[in-house]
T-cell receptor, first 112, second 112 residues
Framework: SQQGEEDPQALSIQEGENATMNCSYK?????LQWYRQNSGRGLVHLIL?????REKHSGRLRVTLDTSKKSSSLLITASRAADTASYFC????????????FGSGTQLTVLP | SQTIHQWPATLVQPVGSPLSLECTVE??????LYWYRQAAGRGLQLLFY??????ISSEVPQNLSASRPQDRQFILSSKKLLLSDSGFYLC???????????FGPGTRLTVT
């Protein structure tokens, strides 16, 4: 079953603007990850945040995690047309092996 | 560096025909291996995962099966395809001591 749910389902912004995507999940987790998928391609791992972390940065990406609200957000700053893709959150439930449970994704379109 | 291959890239098969999709990983040993299916515009559903040769766990009952005849080879099969088996199939690998997963380019399967 899909544990994570992304919000919004689709987001369209102008180049240079910031893009924020949110993810909610239902059970306690070991970690949460964000992946990117260009149309018709495989997924690319972007960033992992552990359950005891609240914020993490990687280049133009900023991820926050609020375990009390069971939610995470992904911020892409100064977006570029090349950032156009679908973005998925994926959780590893506490006590599980290394299986990921994916959300349904946010389709981001960055207009030049 | 590690690479993951999937083939074929696209496949059109009639209902009732058999299926064999192959995934191989290079540059790592004893990986965890995963098969996912993605319906159009949706997130990924985990089908099978394997922690070692001959060790297969199934996440959902279905018309498909998986095998791992070699350390870095993962095969997805069906004896008789159904229309509902259409989708985008992704193979992924992960380390035994890490949570990130790395995806292949995928196979687009259309059952007619």
């Amino acid at each position: 079953s899909q544990q994570g749910e992304e919000d919004p389902q689709a987001l369209s912004i102008q180049e240079g603007e910031n893009a924020t995507m949110n993810c909610s999940y239902k059970t306690s987790i070991n970690n949460l990850q964000w992946y990117r998928q260009n149309s018709g391609r495989g997924l690319v791992h972007l960033i992992l945040i552990r359950s005891n972390e609240r914020e993490k940065h990687s280049g133009r990406l900023r991820v926050t995690l609020d375990t009390s609200k069971k939610s995470s957000s992904l911020l892409i700053t100064a977006s570029r047309a090349a950032d156009t893709a679908s973005y998925f959150c994926a959780t590893v439930p506490s006590g599980s092996a290394r299986q990921l449970t994916f959300g349904s994704g946010t389709q981001l379109t960055v207009l030049p | 560096s590690q690479t993951i291959h999937q083939w074929p890239a696209t496949l059109v098969q009639p209902v009732g025909s058999p299926l064999s999709l192959e995934c191989t990983v290079e540059g790592t040993s004893n990986p965890n291996l995963y098969w996912y299916r993605q319906a159009a515009g949706r997130g990924l559903q985990l089908l099978f995962y394997s922690v070692g040769i001959g060790q297969i766990s199934s996440e959902v009952p279905q018309n498909l099966s998986a095998s791992r005849p070699q350390d870095r080879q993962f095969i997805l099969s069906s004896k008789k395809l159904l229309l509902s088996d259409s989708g985008f199939y992704l193979c992924a690998w992960g380390g035994q001591d890490s949570y990130e997963q790395y995806f292949g380019p995928g196979t687009r399967l259309t059952v007619t």
